[in-house]
């Protein structure tokens, strides 16, 4: 990873005014901290500033939301993306995730101010309140159809709402801890929870039954993932013959981000461990990138890329602050990672350069969505913003 570069998260209300200031910065590992400054010359007739860079930085193109800065004594180079939209009426506190239906038409979102909202995803208007849950909803997510939403909270009751009235449909109770995430396998008969217990349960949604407890670690578990295995992986086989209940959970890997430093992967329906992979600190969420591709995120800032076939080197691990890597997820032919410094970037395989997704000022950015080319995230500042790629 080239070195990381930086840029006031409020760049482009900066720059639209005549002489406006914005300040830049690159962060070469091991040496000292480049700054600079961008500065605004006029705005052209296309309403896009005309802005220079001080000297060590260079402008390589401006829209009215997007800028491609590169530093090249550090051979580094990165496109700054402003939201295109920002929605502040959604909560009124610390917005801790989100989801965004498979259509695209509606959100969802948890606050530490106590609440669960479904909201337009075009505008951010408030269109249901889930009410159930006691204490905090750590985890919400949209099932495949867009229609019901699953959530877990410090309640350690895992829910299933309906998205057009906002009734509970089902309420799962098993857990002894908060539960800290949650998966989906295939269309959504089953479900995956992992809570502060140490435990991961696998749930049949349709009778809404614990199918079991899928893997009991002894410490909290923070992220979970499902992914479809390749077919030169061993997920092993079960001991004892699975339940009829249990759908599509065969030839699928489930991965596990542990509070103890541990990242564990087991066959979801064998049960039976793949392996177990030990990072620099505790892992804080995971997602898969193909059906051998893994990515996981720990609390010191580390990234790893592992491939399943041969998990005991990493193929790569990013690094670029010391802040928590806060959320993983898969986007085209790369991901989208968040973190505890408000930085939330894309790296994608064909491009030379990363995207950030600028706004939020050093407050963590707690979850990551994607719809089509639009990605919405979701802050400590009580704020969620929508960035539309088209704009680059």
């Known amino acids: 990873m080239a070195a990381p570069l930086r ?3 409020d760049w482009a209300q900066a720059l639209r005014k005549d002489e406006g200031e914005a300040w830049l910065s690159c962060h070469p590992p091991g040496k000292p901290t480049l700054y600079g400054s961008l500065t605004c010359q006029g705005i052209g007739q296309d309403g896009i500033p005309e802005v220079t860079a ?3 930085f260079i402008v390589n193109e401006i829209n009215k939301k997007s800028i491609h800065i590169s530093c090249p004594k550090e051979n580094a180079s990165s496109m700054f993306l402003a939201p295109y939209t920002t929605f502040s009426r959604i909560h009124a506190k610390s917005i ?26 075009s505008n951010g208007e408030l269109r249901r309140v889930l009410e159930g849950h006691v204490f905090d909803v750590n985890c919400c997510r949209f099932f495949p159809s867009g229609l019901v939403v699953l959530s877990g909270g ?3 009751q895992l829910k299933i709402w309906s998205a057009e009235d906002a009734s509970c449909v089902v309420t799962f109770k098993g857990h002894k801890g908060g539960i800290l995430d949650t998966a989906i396998v295939d269309r959504g008969r089953n479900v995956v ?10 749930w049949d949604c349709g009778r809404s039954a614990c199918l079991g407890v899928i893997a009991d670690c002894g410490s909290s578990i923070n992220g979970v993932a499902v992914g479809a295995a390749d077919n030169s992986i061993n997920l092993g086989s079960p001991e004892q013959t699975p339940s009829e209940r249990e759908i599509g959970t065969e030839s699928k890997m489930l991965l596990l981000a542990r509070e103890d430093k541990k990242l564990q992967c087991l066959g979801l329906q064998s049960r039976q461990p793949v392996f177990l992979f030990v990072g620099s600190d505790a892992f804080n969420c995971c997602t898969f990138l193909s059906g ?13 890329q592992l491939d399943v076939r041969s998990p005991r080197t990493p193929v790569q691990v990013i690094h670029r602050s010391g802040a928590p890597v806060l959320s993983l997820l898969s986007f085209r032919d790369g991901f989208v990672a968040s973190q505890g410094d ?6 994608q395989q064909d491009l030379d350069y990363l995207i950030e997704l600028t706004g939020a000022d050093s407050d963590p950015v707690y979850k ?23 704009d680059l």
């Open 292 to 304: 051998f591709l893994l990515l996981a995120g720990t609390q010191d800032g580390n990234i790893y």
């Open 154 to 156: 410090m309640d350690a």
């Open 342 to 347: 408000g930085s939330c970037f894309i790296v």
């Open 193 to 202: 929870s992992g809570s502060r217990d140490g435990t991961a349960r696998l």
């Open 7 to 9: 840029i006031q998260s």
């Open 368 to 390: 990551v969505a994607t719809w089509e080319k639009q990605i919405y995230t979701c802050c400590r500042d009580g704020l969620v913003r929508r960035y539309q790629l088209s």
């Open 96 to 121: 801790t995730c989100l989801d965004i239906s498979s259509g695209g038409g509606l959100g969802v979102s948890s606050s530490t101010d106590g609440t669960m909202k479904i909201w337009q995803a």
């Open 54 to 56: 001080s000297e060590g």
